[in-house]
């Protein structure tokens, strides 16, 4: 880096506007894929306790592929963001097409992956009942990784060069897509669960042929989709980049599906209050996704303008922002959960469990924030191996064995093995933040 000035007093305020015309439509963007999931939640659920924890065990496996697949997405957005602030516009679609293949790639792998895991759950002590009815709606789900994944690719091209609500308007149109097709697939023609992941795949794919068709035929793309060489090296180059943060997010959706599969040892009810709060609680968890992937977009551009002075402000202010949007969510998890629990579910047993799981939701709020934002900094900068280790060991040797400590050994159920959770993502909340600063020292 060549810019060793030091940051102007006040320049932590200015950083304050930029972000959050990032980081708005980023979170609605992401919104709406998490809407897809709590219209499936919300449709599903009058079906009965039942289909609402095999939907629970299902989106609990998918966290998994897709915390994977997250990180070539990641890549991608890094180096478009960091050609747009180059000023490169053949860089900037070279980086978009080698993406683009390697989310089909990927996509379509983790597809084959869920699907050769599915013989497992029975093994992993998955509830029979629930088993019985679970294969279409797995098998459907599988499918709908593929346009997931290609579509958010190409989201990151729009994210990138600070058109975002173009990717809005994209996204919601699954949303909008996804409601009918929910109603009628499941309730209409009575497919049942399977209705719900056809309905999951129609709206997905839906929005990812618009975005096509955005990229291919509006002049303000023009820079972007002129054709370039992508040689096979260029996707292996992106794979090697993004592989520590496909590491690092399986660690850390991978430990979050195996408190899923957790809840399925404590039984159906267990998971499907599990399911009620993940659905809720994920869109809320687009405020820090959000900010993280705006302040990524704002540190790789500082990066490839060699602008290093902007770096700590971008990271001070991302902080202030993600921790008061932070308290408001917890406020609402701590005195609406018992609601939000009714609207989903007329099982009292689940009612009553999902509400004390908002409370646990809540505390975890704030230091979810804090990690994500420092996370999406450090990929900004390029920076991908060391936070992945720190990640897989906030996860998998401290929270793991402490929610099972807690939920299992010391009897707390649901709620034990939800602190043991949150005790790991302290952790890292804590590591994380210090390796930027260390990174941003000025000699």
Partial sequence: ??????????????????????A????????????????????????????????????????????????LITVISVQISQGDGAQDPVRVAKALRSGLWLCALGGAASTLIMLALYPLL?????????????????????VWIIPFTVFFGLKSLFDAVERPWIAV?????????????NYTFIHIFEWGLLGAGLASILSQSCSLLAGALVLWKAPSMAPYRQRVAVAWADVTEQLKQGLPLCLGYAGEGGAYAIVGIMMGWLGAEALAAHQ??????????????????????????????????????????????????????????IFGGRLLAMTMSDDPAVVELATLLFLIIALLQVSGGIQDVALGALRGMSD???????????????ALPAGYLLGFVLDYGAVGVWLGYMLGLAVAAIALPL???????TP
């Fill in 24 to 71: 708005v439509p980023l979170m609605a963007g992401l919104a709406a894929a998490l809407l897809i999931g709590v219209v499936d939640t919300a449709m599903i659920s009058p079906l009965g306790t039942v289909p609402l924890a095999a939907a629970g065990i299902t989106t609990a496996v998918l966290i998994i592929l897709i915390s994977a697949l997250w990180g």
């Fill in 122 to 142: 029975g093994p992993l002590g998955q509830p029979p009942e629930v088993l019985a009815i679970l294969l279409p709606y797995w098998v459907s789900m599988a």
């Fill in 276 to 333: 009620i709060v993940n659905a809720l609680a994920g869109v809320a968890y687009m405020i820090p996704l959000g900010m993280a992937g705006a302040a990524s977009i704002r540190v790789g551009q500082a990066v490839g303008s060699a602008r290093t002075a902007r770096l700590r402000p971008i990271l001070k202010a991302s902080f202030a922002l993600v921790t008061v949007w932070q308290i408001l969510a917890a406020l609402v998890f």
């Fill in 1 to 22: 880096m060549t810019d060793q000035t030091i940051a102007p007093q006040g320049a932590t305020r200015a950083e304050f506007w930029p972000l959050i015309k990032l």
């Fill in 169 to 181: 308007g994209l996204s919601y149109i699954g949303v909008v897509v996804n409601v009918p097709a």
């Fill in 384 to 398: 991908n191996t060391w936070p992945s280790v720190v990640t897989l060991i906030a996860y998998w040797p401290v």
């Fill in 435 to 441: 390796r930027f600063w260390r990174l941003t020292a």
